[in-house]
């Protein structure tokens, strides 16, 4: 199973962040990386400072025959494509996507494998919930129930539908 994150808190040419994630989501299907399954869309705080604009996370099982080097490659190149400038890390930005797991491997990179900091992100883990209920993670064997219990739960509160 290869799932992938998404998360867009800044407006690109295709819209507002959910309008981006759709995009983003149709351009990925266009150019390799088939979505098989989506999870709802969540809004969540923005991170480090609350005060930027909230976000538009997601998670999507896909499938595709690109290996995890060339998977984070066309990663990139869409969120080059919907407007995304590196600059701080964790600034607002019109498109996050990164690979949270590619067939249970374990790898140092690049990319790591699975991403090293999906375990504490709710965020993160409440949409794969929606897609992935059973999934594990691959180092620690823990189901995605029993990492997001041990999120604090005003962490996980904070993840809400967005629709």
Known sequence: MILIALGSNLSSHAGNPHDTLRAALAHLGDNGVTPVEVSRFYRTPAWPDPRDPEFVNAVARVATEL?????????????????????TQNAPRTLDLDILDYDGRVETGPPVL?????????????????????????????????????????????VVPAD
């Not at 290996?67 to 600059?87: C, M, N, Q, V």
């Not at 991403?115 to 064997?141: E, I, K, Q």
């Open 114 to 158: 699975p991403h090293p900091r999906l375990a504490g992100r709710a965020f993160v883990l409440v949409p794969l919930r929606d897609v992935a209920p059973a999934w594990r993670h691959p180092v620690s064997r823990k189901s995605v129930a029993e990492l997001l219990a041990e999120i604090p739960q005003a962490d996980r509160g904070a």
């Open 67 to 87: 290996s995890p080097k060339d998977l984070i490659a066309r990663l990139h190149e869409t969120e080059t494509a919907f407007g995304r400038a590196r600059s």
